[in-house]
């Protein structure tokens, strides 16, 4: 897999690597066009044409994503107009 930092993967500016294993690499972006950063996850070739290898990611994200959105969801401060007398 070829090294991406500099490049550009649609709005994302690839800025380091920050680990690469046996599904592939992960690097620090920058989404230019939202001006925020992002972790980037990029497939070697034989896994991105792995169905069942591409479904356990998505799959994976999925439920990472609900657990951090209802992390979210109960740290969210309360209402500050139920406490008026």
Request: overall charge negative; charged content about 35%.
């Amino acid at each position: 897999m070829r090294d991406l930092i500099g490049r550009s993967l649609g709005s994302y500016r690839i800025v380091e690597k920050i680990c690469e294993g046996g599904m592939g690499v992960v690097y620090w972006a920058n989404d230019e066009r939202l001006d925020r950063d992002a972790a980037i996850k990029v497939l070697p070739e034989e896994v991105a044409e792995d169905e069942a290898a591409v479904n356990t990611l998505e799959n994976s994200y999925s439920a990472k994503t609900e657990m951090l959105l209802s992390e979210l969801e109960s740290e969210r401060p309360s209402d500050l107009s139920d406490t008026r007398e």
